[in-house]
């Protein structure tokens, strides 16, 4: 299982951290990230890490402005959202692969968490 925190409303250039916590089954943090789904668009891939932990990546439209991270105690991964866009707003969804995935694209994930909505406004 999949939770994710940390939605909410926000004027545009301020910032918010989402978390996701996985429970009932241990993934790899480094096998955590993130989508999200606009209104009347596709779910696109947001951010991850590689599988061994190394790298990150994410969508062009958030590099420098958003940065994931994770605790391994915790089993938490974090997306830490700055600079925020009004074309940011979107439902976010923590999403997890069980095994090493080149591209993250919807059909690649094995684990969907439930959404958090993050609004921006101009």
């Known amino acids: 299982q999949l939770q994710a925190f940390g939605g909410g409303l926000v004027q545009a250039g301020g910032s918010l951290r989402l978390s996701c916590a996985a429970s009932g089954r241990t993934f790899s943090s480094n096998a955590m990230g993130w989508f999200r789904q606009a209104p009347g668009k596709e779910r696109e891939f947001v951010a991850r890490f590689s599988w061994n932990g190394v790298k990150t990546y994410y969508v062009d439209a958030v590099k420098g402005r958003f940065s994931i991270s994770r605790d391994n105690a915790k089993n938490t991964v974090y997306l830490q959202m700055d600079n925020l866009k009004p074309e940011d707003t979107a439902v976010y969804f923590c999403?997890?692969?069980?095994?090493?995935?080149?591209?993250?694209?919807?059909?690649?994930?094995?684990?969907w968490g439930q959404g958090t909505q993050v609004t921006v406004s101009s």
């Open positions: 999403a997890a692969v069980v095994r090493p995935v080149l591209v993250w694209t919807q059909g690649a994930i094995d684990y």
